[in-house]
């Protein structure tokens, strides 16, 4: 699924793109994607209704429909949001599509049908995700200071890699990010965490930061087998600067050999 800096930019499309647009026209074609309620109720409730905010919680696309309901998009892999005019061609694996009465239409694409889409009250958000009580921090919304992540992370026991991919320690990280943290911060993968000093602590926050937003800055990461793209269809740049992700075999950016793992 895509990472933090994919859906941060995403929410940031959205919330330009389709806030304050009126609901024309709502078709969901792929079994298995709604998960509530159901088709008829879900087409009624949104047609003639307005977006009225978008929002992203952890790893959920969270729409304001009129003030009474919530859309939750959650992306699986290989998946991608686009929003295009209603006379683009389809692509195959298109599960939903939203028509506004003005400015096109919200398409997702699901190839792997691994995202889901639901419709819920405004204040049951909560109660059908009740995993977001347990979210760790998010290095978007929620700046905190190293000391803090710090002890954050020596409450923790296990491996670096494992401990940043823990969606209870820290929103969104995947192995595209983690790889590239770990490298700029010149720690291990397999580090016990309890192991590290109070040096190598700042140094892995920093890298935190400054690679959650460098990949904010060059739109993302797009890879040829992932298929993600920005709302408007282009895809990210943060792969031309990627230094360790999938490049087994070539020269390290940093050592006078090549990348093993």
Partial sequence: MPELPELELLRRDLEREVVDKKIKDVEVSTAGLLKSPTKKAFAADLIGSKITSVHRNGTLLVFGVEDTHLLVISLGAKSKLVKVQAKE????????????????QLRLVDNKKGSSIELIAADGLAAAHPELANLGVDPVDEPISWTTFGERLLRRDGKLKSVLMDPTFMVGIGPIYSDEILFHSGLRYDRQTTTLSAQEIRRLYRAVVETVH???KYGGTSLDDDGWVQLSGKPGDYNQYLTVYKRDGEMSPRARGPIVK
Avoid: H, K, N
């Fill in 89 to 104: 061609e389809t692509e195959p694996g298109t599960g939903l599509v939203i028509t506004f009465t003005q400015g096109g």
């Fill in 214 to 216: 460098e990949a904010l």
